[in-house]
Structure formats: C-alpha cells, structure tokens
C-alpha cells in the first residue's frame, strides 16, 4: 500500500506532466469556446456549469504544474483566459459575450482554490530530508 502511495505521490509531483496537460487544457477550452462545429463530446445541459468545470480543471492543473506559484499570479491568468475567450466570442457570429461566463470562471476557479488531497505547497527541504543513517 505505501508503495501505490508513494506512486500516486510521485505522479502529483511530476511537474513537466501537468504543465504538457495544462498547456492541451488551454488549447482545448480555447478551441472548444470558438468552434461552430457540434461535437460528440460531454457536456452539461447549460454553458455556466461547462465554464464552472473547464476553470476548475484549469485551476487544478495550474495547482499541480506549478505548486509554488503565488494564487496572485494564475487566479488573474485563469480570468483574463476567460475574459480573453469571451471577448474573441463577442466578435465571432455563432456565440456572444457574456459576464455571467466569466462569473461561472470565476466560480471555477474558486471551486479549484479549495484545498485537495495531493495539492500541498512545497515546503523547504531541511535536516528532516536527509537520508536515515544506517
């Protein structure tokens, strides 16, 4: 069991996977917000609870690829994505611009702020690191 443990760890602490998961995540969503086309894919009933779950993936992800980052930094990245989708969507015939998306970011966002098993933030190494003497 500790080994599955130790594993399951070991994954939540490979940065450069979830930095390549959110970086296909942005191109995704981004996609997915400006296409006209009808796609067989899963999704909710109303647009507000596909932007609350696509911004608490993107919030999580950011969380896991960069857990040393500052909330400062990425809580503003995440709304400008989304405020910078809504702003292309604005200009496209086939969707329209809308704050209550942005708000449902928002939303998402917080919901991927709240504290998760695995999510920790990196302490500084100390004596308690070290190797065990034999």
Not at 17 to 45: E, F
Not at 86 to 100: G, H, I, K, T
């Amino acid at each position: 069991m500790a080994t599955l443990k130790n594993q399951l760890l070991a994954l939540l602490n490979f940065q450069p996977l979830w930095r390549t998961a959110l970086i296909l995540s942005v191109i995704g969503v981004g996609y997915l917000a400006t296409t006209s086309n009808d796609y067989p894919i899963p999704s909710a009933s109303s647009d507000k609870v596909n932007h609350l779950i696509a911004f608490f993936e993107l919030t999580i992800v950011t969380r896991l690829a960069w857990p040393q980052l500052r909330v400062l930094w990425y809580v503003p990245a995440l709304l400008g994505f989304g405020l910078g989708i809504e702003a292309v969507q604005a200009n496209l015939p086939y969707r329209d611009f809308s704050f209550a998306d942005v708000a449902a970011d928002g939303a998402g966002i917080l919901i991927g702020l709240l504290p998760w098993p695995g999510i920790r933030k990196p302490r500084k190494r100390d004596l308690r690191d070290s190797p065990e003497i034999l």
